[in-house]
């Protein structure tokens, strides 16, 4: 699958657009901020840092990495069922399992995910990536905000959460 070059500056653009923000820059990396500290800072994603923890990964991901996480807001998880949820939740290995379907194991930018068909996740399993029209997504996640930087990788946030076959 070839993706267009003007893939990146239409993904920087959308996200700029939808956040009313005059200039396309990324965030810069936080030295004294990790994986797991950008997200409890960003506010939004209260459901995941909490999964994360309950997971036992939340060590694992303040390691050096790098890592790209596609996180999803909490917006995100309130669109699963909560029967859904609740098995997770019952069930630690599997719920590891989900979330590390949300981690690569190497620093993937905006710039580095439009130029890919897909990447091979923590848990094992291969995440499709797809431009179209000015949105790129993960599966069926559309990326609402690229490249938040981090000292130990990239999240880029996400609208759905993404659930492995």
């Known amino acids: 699958m070839r993706i267009p070059r003007t893939a990146l500056a239409v993904l920087a653009t959308t996200a700029v657009a939808s956040a009313g923000v005059a200039s396309p ?76 379907y949300h981690v690569i194991g190497k620093k993937l930018t905006a710039a580095h995910v439009v130029k890919r068909s897909s990447a091979k996740t923590l848990n094992g399993k291969k995440v499709r990536f797809r431009v179209k029209g000015s949105s790129v997504f993960v599966n069926r996640a559309k990326v609402t905000t690229p490249d938040v930087l981090a000292s130990n990788g990239v999240i880029h946030v996400i609208n759905r959460v993404l659930l492995p076959r």
Do not use: M
Request: hydrophobic share 45%; no cysteine.
């Open 25 to 100: 820059a990324p965030a810069a990396p936080r030295k004294d901020r990790d994986i797991v500290q950008t997200a409890v800072a960003a506010g939004e994603f209260t459901t995941l840092t909490k999964l994360i923890k309950r997971a036992g990964l939340k060590k694992a991901l303040k390691q050096p990495g790098p890592y790209t996480v596609f996180a999803p807001t909490d917006a995100a998880f309130a669109k699963v069922p909560q029967k859904k949820l609740d098995a997770l939740l019952a069930n630690k290995a599997k719920l590891k399992s989900v979330l590390l």
